[in-house]
C-alpha cells in the first residue's frame, strides 16, 4: 500500500488532524509520503511532517497556491497520483479538504469515503468505519479500486512522532490547467481576542440552542466561573449571535479537549462532537431523551437547564464556602 | 440568469438504515433535505430581485416527486427528479454524475447546493459535480451578491472569513446562516400542483448505466456495527434528584 497524505496547514502549522492521519498510514504499515500545496514559506514546514512519518514530502509552493482554494491543490493532488503510483489518497476533514476530496473523487474516477474515525487492512483490503445515523451505528465500507480516497473525521487520530528525516521533493504543475478562476480578494480571521482561550482550557460549559435565549446564557457563564471554566457555543448558538465566533466548537470552530465538557442544551449534532469528542469527561444537560450529546457524555442528565443547572451553581458555590 | 438547485430527499422525520444493505430505508414518506432550502430560498431572492428562472434537480425513488412540490410552492418554477432503477446503489461518483448531467441539461449559470444533509451526506457532492461540469466552485457561504457577470460570496472557513469572486457559471454550497428560510404560502401550495415536474432516467440524460448504480460504484458497503459505548455513561432522568447528582458526580471525579 502507498498513501499519500494531504498536509494542510494554517497558521504557519500542519493541521493536527493531518499528522495525526499519517500516524494511522504508518501504523498500517503502508508506504507514506506527505504533499504539501501553500505559499511561498510552505516548504518550512515539511521537517514537521517527516518528524511524523512522511518519507517523503511533496512540496508545491508559490504564489499561486498561496490562497486556501481546491482546485490548485486537486491539480496537485492529481498530477502526484497519476506519477507516483499512490493506490490511497488520505485526507483529515476541513472546509478545504472536503472540497479537495470531492474533485479529487472526479478527477481520478475513485472512490471516495468520508466521515471516516478509523481504517484497518482485512484481508488484504482496506475497510474503513463511518458512523451514520447520529453516530447511532457505525457502517463498514470498502473501495472497489484504487486509487482509494479516504477523508477521516477532524481529529480521528493522534499524530505520533517517527523520528523520521522526509525526503523534500519540489512539485511544479505539469500542465497549465488555465489556473483557477476563483480570486479571494479579502480576507478576515475570526476575532480570537474575545475572552480567555478556549483549547487550552480545563473545564469548557458550552451553551447550546436549549438554552432558549441570548438572556439565559448567563447559566453558561455562572456554571463556567464557579468550575474555573471558560464558556463554549454550538455552531447555531454562534450563529444567532447570541456568542461570538471565537466561542464556536465544532466542525467549523475550535476543536477542545478539555478534562471536563459540561453541554447546556447541546442537542449534539455530528459536526459538533467532531469539536468535543476528545473531552475526558463529559457532562450534558438536555430536556430531549434521545439527544445525540447523550451517546457521547458520561452524565446524561435529561432535565430542564433552567431549572437544574442555578441549582447545581448554588450547591458548588456553597460547597466552594464551605 | 438560470438556477438549478441541487436538492436531496430523504426520508421525513427520523432517518432510517435498512439492515439488510446498510443503506438508507428510502422507502417511506420523503421531504427535502432542510440545509437544501437554504439554497432555495437563495434562489428565490435571486429570483425576487435581478430575476431568474430556479430549477430544483433531485436524484432519488418516487416519494421524491412529492418531496419536491416544498420547493415548488416556495417559489421555484420547476423541478426535475431523475429516478431510474439504474441509479439505485449509486455511490458519491455515480449521483455526482446524474446530477452533474441533470444540470448540463438545464444549461445553469448557478448551480446552488444546501452544505449539509441530514441523512449522512458529506461535505463532498458538490465538488464532485463542479469538477464533472468544469465549473469553480465554493462551499460554506454565508453571504452571496451577483456582480456583474459573476459573483462574490463569503466563505466560512475554520480560522475565519474569505471573500471570494468566481465568474459564471459557478456552483455555491450555502450555509443555513445565509438567509432566513419561508414558509409557502397557500397560494404557493395550491400553484405547486401545477407546476412542470419532470421525471427523467439515466437515458434521458445520456449517461450509461455502467456508469451510476451499483455496477458505477466505486465505494462500498461492507457491515454495520454498532458503536463503541461510552463506558460507564449515567443517565439521570430525575429532575428534583439532578443537581444533587451533577454535583456528586464531579466531586467524585475530583472535577469539583
Not at chain 2, 431523475?82 to 438545464?106: I, Y
Not at chain 2, 401550495?189 to 401545477?194: D, L, Q, T
Request: some cysteine.
Amino acid at each position: 500500500m502507498k498513501v499519500l497524505v494531504f498536509l494542510e496547514h494554517r497558521g504557519g502549522a500542519v493541521d493536527r488532524g493531518a499528522l495525526g492521519v499519517l500516524a494511522k498510514a504508518v501504523a498500517l504499515g503502508a508506504d507514506v509520503d506527505g504533499v504539501l500545496v501553500g505559499g511561498p514559506a510552505v516548504s518550512a514546514l515539511a521537517p514537521v511532517a517527516g518528524r511524523h512519518g512522511a518519507a517523503v514530502v511533496h512540496v508545491a509552493e508559490g504564489d499561486a497556491f498561496e490562497p486556501p482554494l481546491p482546485r490548485p491543490r486537486v491539480d496537485i493532488l492529481a498530477q502526484l497520483v497519476r506519477a507516483g503510483g499512490y493506490d490511497t489518497v488520505a485526507l483529515s476533514n476541513s472546509v478545504l479538504a472536503a472540497d479537495v476530496a470531492g474533485a479529487l473523487a472526479a478527477r481520478l474516477d475513485a472512490g471516495l469515503n468520508w466521515d471516516l474515525v478509523d481504517v484497518v487492512v482485512r484481508g488484504g483490503a482496506l475497510v474503513g468505519s463511518r458512523p451514520a445515523l447520529a453516530d447511532s451505528v457505525l457502517v463498514e465500507v470498502g473501495w472497489r479500486s484504487a486509487p482509494r480516497l479516504a477523508l477521516f473525521r477532524t481529529g480521528a487520530f493522534e499524530p505520533v512522532e517517527t523520528g523520521g528525516a522526509g525526503e523534500v521533493r519540489a512539485v511544479t504543475l505539469e500542465a497549465d490547467r488555465g489556473g483557477d478562476a476563483l480570486r479571494v480578494v479579502g480576507q478576515h480571521a475570526a476575532r480570537d481576542d474575545e475572552g480567555p482561550p478556549l483549547e487550552s482550557a480545563d473545564v469548557v460549559v458550552t451553551a447550546g440552542m436549549g438554552l432558549g435565549g441570548p438572556e439565559h446564557l448567563v447559566l453558561a457563564e455562572e456554571l463556567a466561573a464557579v468550575l474555573g471554566g471558560v464558556v463554549g457555543a454550538t455552531r447555531a448558538v454562534v450563529y444567532a449571535g447570541w456568542a461570538p465566533h471565537a466561542a464556536q466548537i465544532g466542525q467549523t470552530g475550535k476543536t477542545v479537549a478539555p478534562r471536563l465538557y459540561v453541554a447546556l442544551g447541546v442537542s449534539g449534532a455530528v459536526q459538533h462532537k467532531v469539536g468535543m469528542q476528545r473531552a475526558q469527561t463529559v457532562v450534558a444537560v438536555n430536556s430531549d431523551p434521545r439527544a445525540p450529546i447523550f451517546e457521547v457524555s458520561d452524565l446524561a442528565v435529561v432535565a430542564d437547564v433552567h431549572t437544574v443547572v442555578p441549582r447545581v451553581v448554588e450547591l458548588l458555590r456553597a460547597r466552594a464556602g464551605s | 440568469m438560470k438556477i438549478v438547485v441541487c436538492a436531496k430527499c430523504v426520508p421525513d422525520g427520523r432517518a432510517r438504515l435498512d439492515p439488510d444493505t446498510g443503506r438508507l430505508d428510502r422507502s417511506g414518506a420523503m421531504e427535502v433535505n432542510r440545509f437544501d432550502l437554504y439554497a432555495v430560498e437563495e434562489a428565490l431572492r435571486i429570483k425576487e430581485g435581478p430575476g431568474a428562472e430556479v430549477v430544483v434537480v433531485t436524484v432519488g425513488p418516487e416519494p421524491a416527486a412529492e418531496a419536491l412540490r416544498t420547493p415548488l410552492a416556495l417559489g421555484a418554477d420547476r423541478a426535475v427528479l431523475v429516478r431510474d432503477d439504474l441509479a439505485v446503489g449509486s455511490d458519491l461518483l455515480g449521483t455526482a454524475r446524474l446530477l452533474a448531467a441533470a444540470v448540463q441539461r438545464e444549461r445553469a449559470d448557478l448551480v446552488l447546493f444546501g452544505q449539509q444533509t441530514s441523512d449522512g451526506g458529506g461535505a463532498v457532492l458538490w465538488s464532485a459535480v463542479a469538477e464533472m461540469l468544469q465549473v469553480p466552485w465554493v462551499s460554506q457561504v454565508t453571504a452571496l451578491e451577483l456582480t456583474g457577470g459573476g459573483i462574490r460570496v463569503t466563505r466560512q472557513t475554520e480560522v475565519g472569513d474569505d471573500d471570494v469572486e468566481a465568474p459564471l457559471p459557478a456552483a455555491v454550497a450555502v450555509t443555513d446562516a445565509i438567509n432566513e428560510l419561508r414558509y409557502a404560502s397557500l397560494k404557493g401550495k395550491m400553484a405547486a400542483g401545477k407546476k412542470p415536474l419532470e421525471v427523467v432516467g439515466v437515458a434521458d440524460l445520456g449517461l450509461e448505466a455502467s456508469a451510476v448504480g451499483d455496477a458505477g460504484a466505486r465505494t462500498e458497503v461492507l457491515g454495520m456495527t454498532p458503536p463503541p459505548e461510552r463506558s460507564g455513561g449515567v443517565r439521570v432522568e430525575d429532575a428534583d434528584a439532578a443537581p444533587g447528582a451533577v454535583v456528586d458526580f464531579l466531586v467524585a471525579r475530583g472535577l469539583a
